[in-house]
């Protein structure tokens, strides 16, 4: 396994390298790194001198294999917004995002699982029928609409109608001021953006495993199981569901990676100051020295889920070796 | 058993959130109560949350990375000495003394230009080191010779050289003097306007914007300011301020950028007070309705929406059609459609801000009204002819040009929307290509890379003058390194003569008449076009108490000390 994870990773080394430069070219024809300088009185006599401290005046190839070489000693370079290290920038936004990615992907596991496995085995069912065409409202379903309308009907609305003191559940943040730590403030504060997260996951991963399942339940090992007379639980829960669930663990690998995109519009209706914030306010801003590590950062981050789903799938059937 | 077991803890966990939720809060107060007036007493006590449209980028108010109006609302006029606050008397904006001096400052005009403060003797930061002159001689040597300064106007002279020095008789009396030959009128904003006074005793020495960006543990004003980044500003009271203390224990300012999420965390109750922009869906929510809310809506702001023409491109380097575009829009309902429903229907016909009417002809432009016979009658009396397109044109050259604005401004957008079918009518060809504000601010304009710009121009403080708008000494040119603020390409030595006067005559009533005579120029030549007054909105609950009023360039908490919660 070990021989594999390394084999692996080298050669994502290739892929990083050309994302890198695909990366840092598109944001240098996008964003003026010299924009801030331009409105100052003085701008004539700063903008070169800022174009030389920046490196601007090199080919952009020189430019590039500059920061690349920086950013892999850890150097992300500094904000032209803040003036702070964008390594930190990162380290600050990094943790709220992941907490939201943690528990959006658990619950969209989990509840997908679920979800998927009851349909296929009650398939046709009115249960079934029901978690459908609710997965199909979840697919079409925009994510801001979807995390306006549980705010509205989750947050605002109880607090009205029953007139509550305080609201359910909270909508700004992952902590009320002074609160830190896991605690009810915290899962009250978390419920919602999760669950939005959760949401558009959940359908279409549902209906991915329902169809996974039902292969794996028409197949010939299982109806030997069946009729061998091994109890109907462990037919689908050992049997079953272990098999459906590798091609399972490849989208949802695929989703995820593509979640840490997905999270700026839920970070931005919940206020939670995490990589999707920060990369709005980078856009908006400008701040070319943040995006490149952006965007860099998402591309470490597709490539190491992809190769976790790798790894879970020796897990799931030992069957598959790493040769 | 197992089954049972989780379904209790479930039940148990989901009985435990609501009755979290129906218990009693950190945020005491009750719905339903009135909103206070300044006669009555503000009870002590409570947190009140607020919720923010923004986040600074940084804490030093002096350097590049400042001019965030947020970050001077929540924390520099709450921690850091002014020497003159703009402050709400009678519904209008006063300057006055801060609380830092004893009084009006001494000011004289000759033999050059002299004004000495008087330092309050109790006046002392929050370690108990009293507030000297040495304060006002760092403040002042820190705007003159740093880099990166925000802005140091009326500290230096045009080419970037001290104009002043401080000198301290005593330590309570700063006296500064202007060089030989040299003066500034809007000397009532140094050490104020989103400058202030900075601890000398603390930065002496050392790298201010490295010490000050993150947030700083001092203060000079009636409060704290603790800023968790990406989170929330946290206002505590400083127990070493000499004047009236705070009544609310804590204010947090909880940052929230989505405008639709911003007013349901207000509906909700976890923030008690917001303070949006004049943005559509700020208006779409207002309709909607705000049970149990008090608000506010201030069209006399500092705040002007404008189209600005470049008068150094074809069409818009001829006055007769700069004139006929102006009476081929129709303004008012431009601003009755984006903010009738905040009774606010009147068109701006100033280029300066309501603020500034002592200083400006608040009716220079009431007579551009939507008027086809006057366009016809001025495009034919300049040599144009329609052509079978129904566009004027001359000479070949149809009557074209692009609109450019900021991209993503719903507001912005819904204004050309509204411009583009009124001028086809009127037989003006408008294209509209919105752009970055980088891109806008930072290249097109400077460069004249433009034809006509719709962007809102404000001020930050009482300071009159349009010299830097419209000067011809202010056209960006390479001679001046493409500095230069007056991105209109205006030029009039009239106007000129009049506007030069405004900044540096130090006889006030000069300014105001020659504020006056110069805002007719301008609308005669057509120099811009206002449109709209930027309101500002301004929505709190019932429990908040206290004598609430939106300040146009002080924001709506500028005097959060004297707020409460009701008990």
Request: aromatic residues 10%.
């Amino acid at each position: 396994m070990l021989k594999y994870l390394i084999r692996r990773l080298l050669a994502s080394v290739p892929v990083l390298v050309i994302a890198s430069l695909i990366t840092f070219w598109l944001v240098r024809i996008s964003v003026d790194p010299l924009a801030k300088f331009r409105r100052l009185r003085d701008s004539a006599q700063v903008i070169p001198k800022q174009r030389h401290l920046l490196g601007l005046d090199r080919p952009i190839i020189v430019q590039w294999w500059k920061w690349v070489t920086h950013f892999a000693r850890g150097d992300m370079g500094i904000s032209t917004r803040t003036q702070d290290p964008v390594s930190s920038m990162i380290a600050r936004a990094l943790w709220p995002t992941l907490q939201l990615l943690f528990w959006g992907t658990i619950f969209s596991v989990a509840v997908a699982i679920v979800l998927g496995v009851y349909s296929a085995v009650k398939q046709y069912s009115i249960g079934d029928y029901a978690f459908t065409g609710l997965s199909y409202l979840g697919i079409a379903m925009p994510d801001f609409w979807l995390g306006l309308l549980a705010i509205g009907l989750l947050v605002t609305g109880p607090k009205v109608w029953f007139h509550l003191n305080n609201p359910i559940f909270y909508s700004i943040g992952l902590h009320n001021e002074g609160v830190k730590g896991f605690n009810l403030d915290y899962i009250r504060h978390i419920v919602l953006p999760a669950f939005v997260l959760t949401a558009s996951s959940v359908a279409s991963w549902s209906r991915f495993e329902r169809a996974s399942m039902l292969e794996v339940l028409n197949s010939d090992y299982v109806r030997t199981a069946r009729a061998k007379g091994v109890p109907r639980r462990q037919v689908i829960f050992k049997h079953a569901l272990r098999n459906a669930l590798i091609p399972f663990t490849t989208v949802t690998a695929l989703d995820t990676a593509g979640l840490i995109a997905g999270v700026i519009i839920i970070e931005q209706i919940f206020s939670i100051s995490g990589m999707g914030q920060a990369f709005l306010v980078a856009l908006q801003t400008g701040d070319a020295q943040f995006l490149l590590a952006w965007f860099f950062f998402s591309a470490v981050a597709v490539i190491f889920v992809n190769l976790l789903a790798d790894v879970l799938y020796v897990v799931l059937d030992p069957r598959i070796r790493f040769s | 058993m197992g089954r049972r077991v989780f379904g209790a803890l479930a039940l148990l966990t989901a009985l435990s959130v609501v009755g979290a939720a129906c218990g009693s809060s950190s945020k005491p107060g009750a719905a339903g109560t009135t909103t206070n007036t300044s006669a009555q007493a503000v009870p002590n006590g409570g947190t009140l949350v607020i919720g923010a449209e923004e986040e600074p980028d940084c804490f030093d108010w002096l350097g590049g990375c400042s001019g965030s109006s947020w970050g001077t609302w929540m924390a520099q006029i709450e921690t850091v000495p002014y020497a003159f606050r703009d402050v709400m008397k009678d519904g209008q904006v006063v300057e006055e003394p801060g609380a830092v001096l004893t009084g009006m400052p001494t000011f004289t005009a000759t033999p050059v230009e002299t004004i000495t403060y008087h330092i309050t003797p109790a006046a002392v930061w929050s370690d108990g080191v009293p507030i000297t002159c040495t304060d006002f001689q760092y403040t002042a040597i820190q705007q003159q010779t740093s880099k990166d300064i925000y802005d140091p106007t009326g500290y230096v002279d045009s080419d970037g050289k001290a104009d002043l020095t401080v000198t301290c008789p005593d330590p309570k009396t700063a006296v500064v003097k202007y060089k030989a030959g040299d003066s500034f009128a809007g000397w009532h904003q140094l050490f104020a306007s989103a400058v202030g006074i900075l601890p000398a005793h603390l930065l002496q020495g050392k790298d201010r914007d490295k010490t000050l960006k993150d947030g700083y543990t001092w203060s000079g004003g009636p409060w704290f300011a603790k800023w968790n980044k990406g989170d929330d500003i946290v206002l505590t009271p400083n127990p070493k301020y000499w004047g009236a203390k705070p009544h609310l224990d804590k204010v947090v300012f909880k940052f929230e950028s989505d405008t639709a999420a911003e007013f349901q965390a207000f509906k909700s109750g976890q923030v008690d007070a917001i303070y949006p922009q004049p943005q559509l869906d700020v208006v779409s929510e207002i309709k909607a309705g705000l049970t149990g809310a008090h608000s506010q809506y201030n069209a006399k702001t500092g705040t002007i929406e404008a189209l600005w023409p470049n008068d150094q491109r074809f069409p818009f380097d001829s006055k007769a059609v700069r004139q006929a575009f102006a009476y081929a829009i129709d303004r008012a309902a431009i601003v009755q459609k984006l903010f009738g429903a905040l009774d606010v229907t009147a068109p701006a016909n100033s280029l300066n801000p309501y603020i500034l009417q002592d200083y400006s002809d608040q009716n220079s432009f009431a007579g551009y009204h939507y008027d086809l016979a006057k366009v016809t009658s001025l495009m034919t009396g300049a040599g144009w002819a329609k052509g079978p397109d129904g566009i004027w044109a001359k000479n070949g050259k149809r009557a074209a040009f692009t609109i450019v604005s900021t991209s993503g401004d719903k507001r912005r957008e819904l204004t050309e929307e509204i411009m583009q079918p009124e001028l086809k009518a009127a037989g003006f060809d408008m294209a509209i290509k919105n752009t970055t504000a980088d891109n806008l601010f930072g290249q097109l304009l400077p460069a004249g890379n433009y034809d006509l710009g719709l962007y809102a121009e404000g001020v930050t403080g009482l300071i009159p003058g349009l010299c830097s708008t419209f000067c011809t000494k202010s056209i960006p040119t390479k001679a001046n390194g493409s500095t230069g603020n007056n991105t209109s390409f205006y030029s009039n030595p009239a106007a000129d003569k009049l506007l030069i006067q405004v900044d540096n005559n130090l006889d006030d009533s000069v300014r105001r008449t020659d504020a006056k005579q110069a805002d007719d120029i301008l609308a005669s030549d057509m120099a811009a076009l206002p449109l709209d007054p930027l309101p500002d909105i301004a929505i709190w609950s019932d429990k908040v108490v206290g004598p609430i009023q939106d300040n146009p360039i002080e924001g709506m908490f500028w005097n959060i000390d004297q707020w409460g919660l009701a008990k």
